[in-house]
């Protein structure tokens, strides 16, 4: 089978031949219809996420047929079931695991990054990390369903975000506007979306967002602030950067919660009293990933269109284009949202 891997150390994707992979035990050979292209994917080929071996296949954002399940294997998905697969690999053993918190597991790995990802013809997966999509969904919707979207569902839910609220969005990539999206179409939020570019403004409008701020025109918690008579009930941070997380923690009314989304790795230096924290009862947290029933709340949403997040899918490429998609996805002049492989037909 063709697949793009890692083959060293910073250097660019290659598209090899290797052998078509047989599941084991517990396991599912997805044949692969559509992958997403990630930022994830960018700091990986950049070195900055670092993996334990190479080569690596890449692509955690995948969705195709089950093709093959393996030895001894109970899945709830029979053979030529259409899927998307969670990348998330859990023990199922631990703490967190058994009280549902799968995400926060200890010993996970996440296929793309550890085990052999989806940017490649077939996937093996494990049988629980399989959800079966209805037809209204095509495959390159489902694949980035199982990252791209469920991040900021999770993020979104476990706020406790209710109708009514005013929420600010800070960052308006792929996360963000789907954030936007389901604030506005599943939540009833009103939203403000905060960004340094002007097309993720416009897209963030065309989406829903109620206000939008560039923040190379002004301070953003100051119009916010001002915007709302005080501050948002909740913020999102979809940026990973201190003085985004910052600006996000200060647009907040009294008792407000900043939630954390963006992965960096700059530290944090907030700059508020203790006082200032304790009389306005603010907090922050952080949100990584999802869990499985995430996955499955949102392929209903958007199985019966509840949820609609057609659009977000600027650029579609071929696996033999898979550096392209690349590229795409590092050139801010194309303007990408979600670049995804198509591999075999959309549906």
């Not at 709830?76 to 697969?85: I, N």
């Not at 179409?185 to 979306?193: E, L």
């Not at 790795?265 to 304790?278: A, F, I, M, Q």
């Amino acid at each position: 089978m063709r697949a793009a891997q890692l083959v060293s150390a910073a250097g660019e994707p290659q598209l090899v031949d290797i052998d078509i992979p047989e599941p084991g035990p517990g396991e599912v050979r997805i044949a692969v219809r559509a992958c997403g292209v990630c930022g994830s994917d960018l700091h990986i080929i950049d070195g900055h996420i670092k993996t334990p071996y190479l080569p690596l296949t890449l692509g955690h954002e995948a969705s195709g047929l089950i093709d093959k399940i393996g030895p001894d294997t109970r899945c709830s998905v029979d053979e030529g079931g259409r899927v998307l697969v969670n990348p998330i690999v859990v023990c199922g053993d631990c703490e967190a695991c058994t009280d549902g918190r799968t995400n926060q597991c200890p010993n996970n790995t996440v296929l793309g990054v550890v085990g052999a990802g989806a940017a490649a013809e077939y996937v093996i997966a494990p049988a629980g990390n399989v959800h079966a999509i209805p037809d209204s969904i095509d495959f390159p919707t489902a694949a980035i369903m199982a990252d791209a979207v469920a991040g900021p569902f999770h993020a979104i839910r476990t706020a406790g975000i209710k109708a009514g609220d005013t929420v600010a969005v800070f960052g308006l990539g792929g996360l963000g506007l789907h954030a936007v999206m389901i604030l506005k179409q599943v939540i009833g939020a009103r939203v403000i979306g905060v960004d340094t570019y002007k097309s993720a403004l416009e897209r963030a409008r065309s989406f829903g967002a109620d206000v939008v701020i560039d923040t190379r025109d002004e301070v953003p918690s100051r119009r916010i602030r001002e915007e709302t008579n005080g501050g948002v009930d909740a913020s999102f941070e979809f940026v990973g950067r201190s003085d985004t997380v910052e600006q996000a923690f200060r647009s907040l009314r009294p008792g407000g919660l900043c939630t954390v989304v963006g992965v960096g790795t700059e530290k944090l230096h907030l700059d508020v009293t203790v006082g200032t924290l304790v009389a306005k009862e603010w907090s922050i947290r952080g949100s990584y990933g999802y869990v499985s029933r995430d996955l499955d709340d949102l392929i209903r949403l958007v199985g019966d269109r509840d949820l609609k997040i057609e659009g977000t899918i600027s650029h579609m490429v071929s696996l033999e284009d898979y550096n392209e998609g690349i590229a795409t996805l590092r050139d801010r002049s194309k303007n990408p949202i979600r670049v995804v492989v198509q591999i075999g037909p959309s549906r």
